[in-house]
C-alpha cells in the first residue's frame, strides 16, 4: 500500500448562504464519503480544514493576498489514503462531494 | 446511585471494603508494601468472621472494621522492627510517620483520594494491561482470586503469579501512590480509562456462566468511572462519555440471556426489561460529556449504544449510527467496527449499498465477515447466504461460534 494525497478544491466556500439544513445534508454527503474510505481500513488522516484566509509569496518578494482569484478552484482541505496504485487512489476518489459542486479533486502519491 | 450498594452478606462488604481498607493502609506504608496491607485487611476480615460468628454481628460492622484494621496495622508496625528501621526513615522522618500511623485516616474524603491514587498507581504502564485488570479487580475491587480466575477461565495458581509479578512491577518501578504531575494526568487518564472500559467487557461479554459475577465486574467498573468524576481533574468528559456508555450497556443486561444462559440476539431482546433508571443515568452522563471540544471514542460509542437504547428501527436511528461508526473509523479503524458499521449501512441505505461496500472489505479471513455476507443475501440469494456461512463455519475457531453459524444454516435450509 503506498500513501496518496487527495487535495480538493472548490470553486467557492462561500457557505454563509446555506441553510443549515444544507449544511447537515453536506457534512452528511462527506461524512459518508470519507466513512466509506475509512471502513476499508484506508483512511490515513482527515480532518484538516485550511482557512479561508492567506497571503502568497511571489518572485521579487511581492505578496498579495489570498483568496486566489487567478485560480477558479480554490484549495479547501486535503486528506491522506491508503492504495495499491494510483488508479486505485483515484477509483477511492469518486463520490467525492467536492465534485457535487463542480470541484476537482487531485490526487498525488506521497513519497516517504 | 450506582455507587451505593447494601451489604447482605460478609461477602459483600468484604468486597465494598476490602479495597477502601487496602488502599489507605498502602497510602500509609507506601505500594512497595502493598502486600502487607492485604495481609492486614485479610487478617481483619478473619477475625470478623471469627468474632460475629460468636457475638452476633455488631451494630456498625464498617467502624468494628475499621477499629480493628487500625488495631492491626499499629501492632504491625510497633512490632516490625525492620519497618520501624528501614522502611519509614526512607518515606519520610520517623517521628513525623509515627504520628501519622497513630492516626489512620479513614475518614470518606482520605478513603476517595487513596482509592483515586491507587487507582493511578495500578493503571500504571508499565504493567502489563492483562495484570491491570487482575490487579484492579483485586485491589480495586476486592474480588477473590478464585473469582478472577473464573472469570479468565485460568487457576488461582495463574492469578497469583500474575498478581504476584504485577505487584513486583509495583515495587521494581517505585510507583508511588500519588497522583500523577497535572500536565500528566491527561495522558494517564486514557490508560485509567482503558483499564476500566477492559473490566466493564470482562463483565459484559464474558463467556463465564456465573451471572452474579459478571454483574459485579461491570457494577464495579461503573463505580471506578464514577469515582473519577468526584476529582475536578478527572472529571473529564471522556470519563463521563465512557460511564454513559457502560450504563446504556448495563441497561440491556437482564434481557440479554435467557434462563438457561443462552445469549439473546438485540431483535429478539424483551424491550420491557430493559433497565431504564440506568438508560436515564447514561443520558445524565452524555450531556454531562459534552461540555468539552473533544470527541473521544467513547462519546462515539456511548452515542451509538444511545441509539441502541431506541427499539424501533427508524431511518433517523440507522443514519445517526451509520454516521458515528463513520466517525468512530476515522478515529479508530478496527475490522469490527468495519463490519458493524457494514451492518448500519444495510439498515440505513438498503442492501444494493451495503453489498457493494462489503465487497471492498476484503477481510477474507474473518468468519464475521462471512456471518455478515450471510446475513445481506439472507433475503435476497439464499444459496449465497448459505454458501457464505458455511464460510464462516470453517474459519470459525470456538465451537460457540461454530455451533452459532451450524444453528443459522439449519435455519436457512429447507426441510431443516
Known amino acids: ?112 | 446511585m450506582i455507587m451505593e450498594k447494601p451489604y447482605d452478606s460478609l461477602k459483600q462488604l468484604f468486597q465494598q471494603e476490602f479495597a477502601k481498607m487496602v488502599a489507605v493502609i498502602s497510602k500509609q506504608f507506601g505500594l512497595q508494601h502493598i502486600e502487607i496491607a492485604e495481609d492486614i485487611v485479610s487478617e481483619t476480615f478473619l477475625s470478623a468472621t471469627e468474632s460475629w460468628g460468636m457475638k452476633g454481628t455488631p451494630e456498625n460492622p464498617v467502624a468494628w472494621l475499621y477499629v480493628v484494621a487500625k488495631q492491626k496495622t499499629l501492632y504491625y508496625f510497633r512490632r516490625n522492627k525492620i519497618l520501624q528501621k528501614k522502611v519509614i526513615p526512607a518515606i519520610t522522618s520517623s517521628q513525623e510517620k509515627e504520628q501519622e500511623m497513630e492516626d489512620l485516616d479513614f475518614s470518606p474524603q482520605h478513603i476517595r483520594d487513596s482509592q483515586l491514587q491507587m487507582l493511578f498507581a495500578v493503571c500504571n504502564p508499565a504493567i502489563a494491561s492483562e495484570a491491570q485488570i487482575g490487579l484492579a479487580l483485586r485491589i480495586l475491587c476486592g474480588f477473590g482470586i478464585d473469582e478472577i480466575a473464573e472469570a479468565f477461565f485460568t487457576n488461582k495458581e495463574t492469578i497469583n503469579k500474575r498478581l504476584f509479578r504485577a505487584k513486583d512491577k509495583l515495587r521494581i518501578e517505585k510507583v508511588k501512590m500519588e497522583l500523577p504531575p497535572e500536565d500528566e494526568i491527561a495522558n494517564r487518564l486514557d490508560n485509567v480509562l482503558h483499564v476500566i472500559y477492559l473490566l466493564f467487557s470482562e463483565g459484559y461479554y464474558s463467556k463465564t456462566q456465573n451471572e452474579v459475577l459478571r454483574k459485579d465486574f461491570c457494577i464495579e467498573a461503573l463505580r471506578l468511572g464514577v469515582l473519577l468524576t468526584e476529582f475536578a481533574i478527572t472529571n473529564q468528559p471522556k470519563t463521563n462519555a465512557l460511564i454513559a456508555l457502560m450504563c446504556y450497556h448495563s441497561s440491556r443486561f437482564t434481557a440479554r440471556q435467557d434462563s438457561s444462559g443462552s445469549p439473546i440476539l438485540y431483535e429478539q431482546q424483551d424491550a420491557a426489561l430493559w433497565d431504564k433508571d440506568l438508560m436515564r443515568q447514561g443520558d445524565y452522563f452524555l450531556s454531562q460529556s459534552a461540555q468539552g471540544s473533544e470527541v473521544s471514542s467513547y462519546h462515539l460509542e456511548a452515542g451509538i449504544a444511545q441509539w441502541h437504547c431506541q427499539k424501533e428501527d427508524t431511518p433517523e436511528k440507522w443514519n445517526g449510527i451509520l454516521q458515528l461508526y463513520d466517525l468512530l473509523l476515522q478515529t479508530n479503524y478496527s475490522p469490527g467496527v468495519a463490519l458493524n458499521r457494514l451492518f448500519a449501512l444495510y439498515k440505513a441505505k438498503g442492501w444494493e449499498t451495503a453489498m457493494a461496500e462489503a465487497e471492498k472489505l476484503n477481510l477474507h479471513d474473518n468468519h464475521f465477515y462471512f456471518i455478515l455476507l450471510g446475513e445481506l443475501y439472507k433475503n435476497n440469494d439464499l444459496s449465497n447466504a448459505i454458501a457464505n456461512l458455511e464460510k464462516a463455519y470453517a474459519l470459525a475457531r470456538t465451537q460457540t461460534d461454530k455451533h452459532t453459524i451450524r444453528e443459522k444454516i439449519n435455519r436457512l435450509t429447507p426441510g431443516c
Open chain 1, 1 to 112: 500500500m503506498k500513501e496518496f494525497m487527495f487535495l480538493f478544491r472548490q470553486p467557492s466556500y462561500d457557505y454563509s448562504q446555506t441553510s443549515p439544513a444544507e449544511m447537515q445534508n453536506l457534512y452528511k454527503k462527506w461524512q459518508d464519503w470519507v466513512g466509506g474510505i475509512a471502513a476499508q481500513g484506508k483512511l490515513v488522516q482527515t480532518g484538516i480544514r485550511l482557512a479561508d484566509e492567506g497571503k502568497v509569496l511571489k518572485a521579487g518578494g511581492v505578496v498579495t493576498d489570498g483568496p486566489f482569484v487567478e485560480i477558479r478552484e480554490r484549495l479547501g482541505s486535503f486528506m491522506v489514503i491508503k492504495a495499491e496504485s494510483l488508479e486505485d487512489a483515484t477509483t477511492l476518489a469518486h463520490g467525492c462531494p467536492a465534485l457535487d459542486s463542480g470541484g476537482s479533486v487531485e490526487i498525488r502519491p506521497v513519497y516517504q
